[in-house]
């Protein structure tokens, strides 16, 4: 709709979208979104990943969290304390704590700094 009117959307209008999926538990169009961004050349960034692992953390798609940690890195993001507190608190609220252990566990192995965001996410 937006190319319809000679607007060229941008990696925060792609980011924009995905993260109002959330609403809804419209985790599947966040990926079809994610997806029309990359055919159209537009890199993810921290950002994108950070809303799409929010849209996947209310729809308890912990399968789908956990592939986004594996992608975002073949777009050279290393996850940060949100991101992976984002994809503890998907597997935790799916009820997959060991997930969420091995996600904790796997974000100190890569130096990332337990808080308290991430302490509650692997707790929730």
């Known amino acids: 709709e937006m190319m319809a009117q000679n607007l060229v959307p941008n990696v925060v209008t792609y980011s924009a979208l995905i993260a109002s999926c959330r ?57 940060n304390v949100r991101l992976y507190s984002a994809a503890i608190n998907a597997c935790a609220r799916a009820g997959r704590l060991e997930e969420a252990i091995a996600v904790f566990q796997h974000s100190q192995k890569a130096g990332i700094r337990p808080n308290v965001v991430l302490y509650t996410s692997l707790i929730h």
């Open 23 to 79: 609403h809804g538990d419209r985790w599947v169009k966040a990926f079809e979104i994610l997806l029309d961004m990359v055919q159209h050349d537009i890199q993810p960034d921290a950002m994108t990943f950070n809303a799409l692992l929010g849209v996947c953390q209310s729809s308890c798609q912990w399968e789908q969290a956990l592939d986004s940690l594996e992608w975002m890195q073949q777009y050279g993001i290393l996850p």
